[in-house]
């Protein structure tokens, strides 16, 4: 994980800063109580891939593992009463830089979706799943849909979502 996703996220809880466990669904595989005490490590809140995780230290009596969990599992402890963090505003997507990523978001946002055909035919693109990267990278809401054509050859179809 680079620390550049880091530092672009709306954080809402910092290294250091003590938490309050609230798990939201139960036999998920904790063996931490609901209502402990942890404290955020040093990476803090991050994404991988698109999830949002926050980076856990849990105290020495507790047998639940250090590291990434959902940010939704925590609340902030304030002066002894706990908050719920709140929900970061998404940001707008950025603009890509490099002209086939742009070419290739051009054409998504003129067809909606594209495959590696289309791309390969229209645009010359060898590397859609890297310019796909590329894109939710930069903030781009795109989903990939798994289809078979007649011959039975698999193939992903790259759907482009409108920023809310």
């Known amino acids: 994980m680079s620390n550049s996703s880091t530092a672009t996220l709306d954080v809402t809880f910092k290294p250091g800063q003590v938490l309050i466990f609230t798990p939201d669904t139960k036999n998920r595989g904790f ?17 991988a891939g698109e999830r949002r ?22 609340v902030a402890k304030t002066e002894g009463v ?24 051009e054409l998504m946002r003129r067809k909606g979706a594209i495959t590696q055909m289309e791309a390969q035919g229209v645009l010359r693109c060898r590397a859609l ?22 011959t039975g050859q698999r193939y992903a179809r790259y759907h482009l979502h409108k920023a809310a």
Request: proline fraction near 12%; charged fraction near 20%.
């Open 82 to 105: 706990a908050q719920a963090a709140p929900k970061a505003e998404p940001k707008k997507p950025a603009e890509p830089s490099a002209p086939m990523t742009k070419a290739v978001l």
């Open 31 to 47: 063996s931490a109580p609901a209502g402990t005490e942890v404290t955020v490590g040093p990476q803090g809140v991050y994404f």
């Open 129 to 150: 799943p890297r310019r796909i990267a590329d894109l939710k990278v930069l903030g781009h809401r795109i989903t990939r849909e798994m289809k078979m054509d007649p």
């Open 53 to 74: 995780y926050v980076e856990i230290i849990w105290p020495h009596a507790v047998t639940q593992g250090n590291g990434g969990y959902y940010v939704h599992d925590f």
